[in-house]
């Protein structure tokens, strides 16, 4: 590769910080969870990840889990348990034709409006977090928008973090101490924590995955690269995402997934090959065996307006705007219906609003014109 394309690639690397930081930073402060398996867990799938897809194929949290952690509702114990649960299920639909069968059922139309539903509900989860301030946010985005018409355009996400964080960020209490390479340690859950992984987090979870993470992110793998040989599928997906989950959730990692909302923004800040995934992936491991826990101070440093400008940036490329004034009125009337009730009900209600609203209207236009 070129000079060029490499610093493209790291800067693209850290572009889907939006979705990752304020999951992460969320199960590490109010859930209990610890960091160093935390970020070796992604650490590693980001490194598998590039290593089989040579894609940017994003890797982030599974965020239903991640938002009953956050909120009380499960443990750093039973996130283990779900991790490996949700890894086994995987595994085992990856041999199977069934998300093949499911994605079959659902039309062109409703997987175009679950973009703009699951970009819609980033940005609600961003602008949710704590106050931030729309000037500095709307100054931030500005600048990142015209380093995209500039020769500067491959680095416009690290010039934004850095720019933004120099201006910004609050270093105070971060301690960078080094006491030795920190390793994470090897948990297995109790019978308990497994029961109460299938009780609450297990089923929502994989609904959820089904969609987002397997479903919608072959359909935008396959229009960003059609020309792969070896094309990004369902199948693929759920092998590699069954597996990480297997794997590291016992060494103390979230539920992890391919979640669809970081292709777009890997790909919006100029990243084609899986280097922006390993980058990122090593930067995670870095991290965790140099600093630690100390890595959580370095983390909640990070101003969220930046997270915000991120989250707008991707968001945007993932609903992709252009395409949705192309289709005809009914689908745009499906798309905006589905928006508005992921914001309400979450994916799920929508993707199923979707379904019967497209059907109702394909009904109708088949009475109208018999």
């Not at 040579?54 to 443990?75: C, E, H, W």
Request: net charge neutral; charged share 10%; proline share 5%.
């Amino acid at each position: 590769m070129t000079t060029k394309r490499w610093l493209t690639e790291g800067s693209a690397a850290f572009a889907d910080l939006g979705t990752f930081l304020p999951l992460a930073l969320g199960l590490i402060v109010i859930a209990g969870v610890d960091p160093i398996g935390l970020l070796y867990g992604f650490g590693l799938f980001a490194l598998m990840t590039a290593l089989i897809y040579r894609r940017p194929i994003p890797i982030q949290p599974m965020k239903a889990t991640a938002a009953m952690g956050v909120a009380g509702l499960i443990g750093p114990d039973v996130l283990i348990a779900t991790g490996i649960l949700l890894g086994l299920t995987l595994i085992i639909l990856s041999q199977t034709d069934l998300t093949q069968r499911f994605k079959r059922l659902i039309p062109r139309t409703v997987l175009l409006g679950m973009r703009s539903a699951l970009a819609i509900t980033l940005i609600a989860n961003a602008f949710a977090l704590q106050a931030i301030s729309l000037p500095t946010t709307a100054l931030l985005l500005a600048a990142l928008i015209a380093l995209q018409f500039t020769s500067l355009s491959a680095f416009s996400c690290i010039l934004i973090l850095i720019g933004g964080y120099l201006l910004l960020g609050d270093t105070t209490g971060i301690t960078t101490e080094f006491a030795g390479v920190n390793l994470p340690q090897v948990l297995i859950p109790d019978v308990a924590s497994f029961s109460s992984a299938l009780e609450v987090a297990f089923l929502p979870q994989l609904a959820l995955t089904l969609t987002n993470a397997l479903i919608l992110t072959a359909v935008i793998a396959q229009d960003y690269f059609p020309e792969d040989a070896k094309p990004v599928t369902e199948k693929r997906l759920a092998l590699s995402s069954g597996l990480a989950n297997l794997l590291f959730a016992p060494l103390g990692a979230i539920p992890m997934c391919h979640g669809a909302g970081g292709l777009p923004a890997h790909h919006a800040m100029g990243s084609r090959t899986g280097w922006s995934i390993a980058i990122f992936g090593s930067t995670c491991i870095v991290l965790a065996a140099l600093l630690g826990t100390q890595v959580t101070q370095l983390i909640v440093s990070i101003p969220v307006e930046i997270i915000a400008v991120l989250v707008l940036f991707a968001s945007w490329h993932l609903a992709d705007p252009p395409l949705v004034a192309k289709t005809r009125t009914s689908c745009k009337v499906v798309i905006g219906v589905m928006a508005v009730i992921a914001l309400w009900g979450g994916l799920m209600t929508a993707l199923v609003a979707g379904v019967v609203l497209e059907w109702s209207i394909s009904r109708y236009l088949q009475t109208r014109v018999s």
